[in-house]
């Protein structure tokens, strides 16, 4: 009798073993500024490559590195006699929180955490550029050294299109407030229109 009731619970152990395993990646990410991305892309298709790192936080800062200097993907190079190793710029800058967790999402919704969608390497991959990308949401994490351009080439795309979105930021401009660069209070241009 304990044999039988025994077999029947093994499946149940058996399952609960193994839940890891059945991991969900595709998950809503949350606001929270524990979340963060990087992203290393080059292009070795020109002489001196040229290489351009983003790193994004839940907060909604942005950190952006480019240059043809090793320091722009690797913040532990030690040539210092490199005749690049002065060419990097470093430029940092602010967006709203929640458009950050909506560039999350889009990752996470591209397979980011799929692990059986990653390594199935494409037979034709884009020759001289590399992308690879660390990241961690709401306690997933993904750090491969793979070119992700050879690796799974949808994501390499979405993952290309937030580097062109980050390190070349259409920031708009606030407008000048009132008495300032030649706009003036309603009061003032009342006055001057008695004046007149």
């Not at 929270?32 to 790192?53: D, F, G, K, M, Q």
């Amino acid at each position: 009798m304990k044999f039988k009731s025994l077999l029947a619970a093994l499946p149940l152990v058996f399952a609960a073993g193994c839940g890891i395993l059945f991991d969900d990646p595709y998950v809503e990410v949350t606001s929270t500024p524990l979340n963060w991305c990087e992203v290393h892309y080059y292009n070795a298709t020109r002489e001196p490559i040229r290489r351009t790192s983003v790193r994004l936080t839940g907060l909604g800062l942005v950190e952006v590195k480019t240059g043809t200097s090793r320091r722009v993907s690797d913040s532990f190079a030690k040539n210092v006699n490199d005749e690049s190793w002065d060419d990097i710029v470093t430029r940092q800058y602010n967006v709203p929180p929640e458009h950050m967790r909506e560039v999350f999402q889009n990752l996470v919704n591209g397979g980011l955490f799929d692990r059986e969608k990653i390594f199935r390497s494409t037979r034709y991959p884009s020759p001289g550029r590399f992308l690879a990308v660390r990241a961690a949401f709401d306690n997933k994490t993904f750090s491969e050294p793979y070119n992700m351009f050879e690796e799974d080439p949808e994501l390499a795309e979405r993952l290309y299109n937030v580097v062109l979105e980050f390190s070349r930021p259409v920031l708009r401009r606030k407008r000048p407030a009132a008495g300032v660069d030649g706009e003036k209070e309603e009061g003032q241009k009342e006055k001057d229109k008695e004046k007149k």
